[in-house]
């Protein structure tokens, strides 16, 4: 949940792992973004004390981390 608990994200574990920012008022799907095939799920997420960012852990070996635009949804950095 977002510091001004306006929106979340979510992540799915599974063969192509998904994450999802969410509109915590209205319910409303803000943005999907699919992971590597190889990420196996996610472990962590994070949204940044601004609210411009968040970023995801996921359960492969090597456990990447990524960034992404709140906004957008694109990811910015892995």
Known sequence: MSKDRTWAVTGQNGREP???T???VTGEKKSRTILNSGARGINALSISAC???FSAVD???SHCVYVYDAVSGNQLFC
């Open 51 to 53: 609210g411009k960012y």
């Open 22 to 24: 969410w509109d915590s």
């Open 59 to 61: 359960q492969s070996d």
């Open 18 to 20: 998904l994450i999802f």
